[in-house]
């Protein structure tokens, strides 16, 4: 009879170094969140006859969707040992993971993970590609010139301040815990300035410096949060100025806010893209991550959906009311006018449908095309993580 596998909270040092020891074997390298995540994090490992053969984080931090925080799972550093994959373990610690989490009121779950059709089999999706991006500092150079916006060498307060007023305008971004700021900058080593009056800033930027194996550094972007286009232009100005030292400016996957700076102002457009694996989104708890969510104001709508279950082996039909920026879905026995599997739901309520030709090429199904249009204009904001775990 094969030894019983459980999957345990790892609330003790033995549990917690022996997970630590597993994902450096596993990754290939040391994983320095499990360290610096320990005090925020719920740690969940599989253990087989003492031995710790896989594990992985889970935080409860809210996720913005329609500019209001929705409570989410985030997952990070799951691993299986080696010798363990293969017998559908991670499946199995997945859900023990979610679970927990689910209980404490996550109602939505976001990971990172370069295994997109693993997890597509499970209902998480991507609802937008992601890129980073490089560009040549002179090309940066020619293209923007300080406008004499206040530049500071610091994160305060009102920075942070600024940074969640801005997150709140895209679907995706991390409610950051007052703890949030403190683990990137440590963990990345970065150096921030705020850009605008001290009381009343209107960016913040954040960039990683490694030297040059030859000469020079390498500069990645991290945070790149602007008000308004003249703060884009300032803060692009001052990354420009880096160039006796920094050939080239990196913007690390997603850093990059997804609307056309650098299109509108190269002289020559010479960036290089490099598509990374995806953040991807699954709906936990569909009522209420309807019912917490953020709504336009001027969107009245009721909506019948036909929606596919969370096992994925049954359709329900549904009915969608918006109205006055508050929503609620609730059963029916309305046949749909739009018919969406779990991975469609998710890219839905991220935003990442903004037109009924780009949900219909993605497979949605409806009955019209004026019902597809109805049902799109509900999620209004774009989606972009930039926030990575």
């Known amino acids: 009879m094969p030894d019983v596998v459980e999957i345990v909270q790892a609330d003790d040092d033995e549990l917690w170094q022996q997970y630590d020891a597993l994902a450096t074997r596993s990754y290939g390298h040391p994983v320095g969140d499990i360290s610096r995540l320990r005090p925020h994090a719920d740690i969940r490992v599989a253990v087989r006859d003492g031995r710790v053969i896989a594990g992985g984080l889970g935080l409860l931090v ?11 799972a985030l997952l990070s550093a799951g691993c ?22 689910r209980k404490q009121g996550a109602v939505i779950s976001t990971l990172w993970t370069t295994s997109g059709g693993y997890v597509r089999r499970l209902g998480w999706e991507a609802p937008v590609p992601v890129f980073a991006w490089s560009i040549a500092t002179d090309d940066l150079k020619r293209a923007f010139t ?3 916006l206040p530049v500071e060498h610091s994160r305060t307060t009102e920075a942070d301040d600024l940074q969640r007023r801005l997150a709140r305008q895209w679907n995706g971004p991390v409610k950051r815990p007052d703890w949030w700021p403190a683990w990137i900058d440590d963990k990345q080593q970065l150096t921030t300035y705020r850009f605008g009056p001290r009381q009343a800033p209107t960016g913040l930027l954040s960039f990683a410096m490694k030297r040059s194996e030859r000469h020079g550094m390498q500069l990645t972007v991290h945070d790149f949060w602007a008000a308004d286009a003249n703060t884009v232009g300032e803060m692009m ?14 913007f690390r996957r997603s850093a990059l806010p997804p609307y056309p700076a650098l299109l509108h102002n190269l002289h020559r457009y010479r960036l290089t893209a490099e598509a990374w694996h995806p953040w991807m989104l ?17 969107v009245d709508i009721a909506i019948p959906l036909d929606i596919e279950s969370e096992n994925g082996e049954t359709w329900h039909q549904w009915l969608l009311e918006v109205k006055g920026g508050a929503a609620q879905i609730t059963k029916t026995h309305t046949a749909g006018e739009v018919r969406l599997t779990r991975r469609q739901l998710a890219i839905w309520y991220a935003g990442g ?7 219909r090429l ?8 004026d019902a597809l249009n109805r049902l799109i204009r509900t999620t209004e904001h774009e989606p972009w993580l930039p926030d990575h775990f």
């Open 62 to 72: 809210p996720q913005f969707f329609g500019g209001v925080p929705v409570p989410s």
């Open 80 to 101: 299986v040992a080696p010798e363990e994959r293969g017998a559908r373990l991670s499946v199995d610690m997945l859900a023990a993971r979610l679970s927990h989490l």
């Open 146 to 148: 300080r406008s004499g």
């Open 237 to 250: 100005a001052f990354l420009a100025g880096h160039h006796t030292r920094a050939p080239v400016i990196h």
């Open 282 to 298: 699954r709906i936990l708890d569909l009522q209420e991550a309807v019912r917490l969510r953020g709504w336009p104001d001027h």
């Open 353 to 359: 449908y903004q037109t009924a030709t780009t949900a």
């Open 362 to 369: 993605a497979g949605v199904d409806a009955r019209s095309e």
